[in-house]
């Protein structure tokens, strides 16, 4: 019943920008805890930002200040503004909701993920 879809990934030089977007299906997206997560090859799925049903957001502090989180509940959508991007930003972005109050950084809280769309930056 709850789909998100992941969309805007791409490759991109270092010191470049893109926006992510997930859109969400089949819930009542605006009471829903969102995040974004990446996971690079050999590495364990991390938190990037999160924002619950209220608007507050929390950021990695490897994104901070460079990433920016964001919902439009009207649209019910999801996005991640990412500039000033580094080869270490590389990875596997997945878009991710919880039904319920969750820690918004930490994967193993949330119970509906997107397909995950790609990220690559060359230096």
């Known amino acids: 019943q709850v789909q998100l879809v992941e969309s805007g990934g791409g490759s991109v030089q270092a010191g470049g920008s893109l926006r992510l977007s997930c859109a969400a299906f089949?819930?009542?997206?605006?009471?829903?805890?969102m995040g974004w997560f990446r996971q690079a090859p050999g590495k364990e799925r991390e938190g990037v930002a999160g924002i619950d049903s209220e608007g507050r957001t929390r950021y990695a502090d490897s994104v901070k200040g460079r990433f920016t989180i964001s919902r439009d509940n009207a649209k019910r959508n999801l996005y991640l503004q990412m500039n000033s991007l580094n080869p270490e930003d590389t990875a596997m972005y997945f878009c991710?909701?919880?039904?319920?109050?969750?820690?918004?950084?930490?994967?193993?809280?949330?119970?509906?993920w997107g397909q995950g769309t790609q990220v690559t930056v060359s230096s």
């Open positions: 991710a909701a919880s039904t319920f109050r969750v820690a918004m950084l930490s994967p193993g809280s949330y119970n509906y």
């Open positions: 089949g819930y009542t997206f605006s009471r829903y805890y």
